[in-house]
C-alpha cells in the first residue's frame, strides 16, 4: 500500500469505529476545560472525572477559583496527583484571566501558553474542544499509533504533530486526534497488546512493529 492508501484506510476504519466521538474530560465551559485538561496531565481522565465536580462544586469560574486558596485548591485535587504544581497553575491562570482577559479563555497558542501550567498540548485540546479550532494535540497513544503506523518516525510529540498535520486534511484534525486516542485506548494499548484486535496496525503497521510484535510472542 502507499502512503495515501495507508492514511485512507486509517481514516476510514477509524469513522467506521468511533463515529460519534466521546469528549474524554467532563467540562461545561473553555473555563471547565481548561482547568480538567491541566488537571489530566500524568493522570487519568477517569480520575480527572471524579475530582472536578468537587472543585467545580467550589469553584467554576475564575472569579470563584481566586477566592479559594492554593492550598485550599491542593486538598480537593490532590488525589489526581501533582497537585502543588497544578493548584498554584489554577489559581495563577484563574487571576491572569481575570486581569488580563476580562474573565475568558483565549483563543490563540501564544495567549494560553502564556497561562501558568499550560503547555502545548493543554493549549491545543482547549483550542480543539472548546472553540473548534483546528490543531491536533498529541498524547502518548497518538505519538504510540503514528509511530506504529509507520506515519511518524516517534522521536518526539513535536514531530509527531508535525506529520500528522502533514499527512491528515485539516478539517479533520480535531475528530481525528479523538479518534486515535480512543482507538489507542480499546485496541492498540502499549501494553496487553494484541494485534488480531489491533486491526489497522496489523494492515498498515510498519515492518519493524510487527516483526517486533511477532518475535515477542512467538510460541
Known amino acids: 500500500m502507499t502512503k495515501k492508501e495507508k492514511v485512507a484506510f486509517a481514516m476510514e476504519t477509524l469513522q ?43 469553584a467554576r469560574t475564575p472569579e470563584e477559583m481566586v477566592r479559594l486558596s492554593v492550598d485550599e485548591i491542593r486538598d480537593i485535587i490532590r488525589p489526581v496527583g501533582l497537585s502543588p504544581m497544578k493548584s498554584k497553575g489554577i489559581y495563577g491562570l484563574s487571576k491572569i484571566l481575570l486581569e488580563e482577559h476580562n474573565g475568558k479563555v483565549p483563543q490563540t497558542y ?41 506515519f511518524s518516525n516517534g ?18 484534525w480535531n ?15 502499549a501494553r496487553g ?8 496496525t496489523k494492515k498498515i503497521g510498519r515492518k519493524t512493529v510487527l516483526n517486533a510484535y511477532y518475535k515477542k510472542n512467538k510460541r
Not at 461545561?28 to 468537587?54: G, K
Open 110 to 150: 501564544e495567549a494560553l501558553e502564556a497561562l501558568p501550567a499550560v503547555g502545548h498540548k493543554t493549549a491545543a485540546v482547549v483550542m480543539a474542544q472548546a472553540f473548534d479550532i483546528p490543531t491536533f494535540p498529541v498524547d502518548t497513544h497518538i505519538h504510540r499509533l503514528m509511530y506504529r503506523w509507520g
Open 16 to 58: 467506521t469505529l468511533y463515529p460519534e466521538i466521546p469528549i474524554p474530560l467532563d467540562h461545561t465551559d473553555p473555563y471547565t476545560l481548561l482547568i480538567a485538561v491541566l488537571l489530566s496531565a500524568q493522570s487519568t481522565d477517569v480520575r480527572v472525572n471524579q475530582i472536578t465536580p468537587l472543585l467545580f462544586a467550589k
Open 155 to 172: 522521536k518526539s510529540v513535536v514531530q509527531t504533530e508535525r506529520d500528522a498535520k502533514r499527512l491528515f486534511p485539516k478539517e479533520c
Open 193 to 200: 497488546w494484541s494485534l488480531e484486535k489491533d486491526v489497522i
Open 175 to 189: 475528530d481525528l486526534h479523538l479518534q486515535i486516542i480512543w482507538y489507542g485506548r480499546e485496541y492498540s494499548p
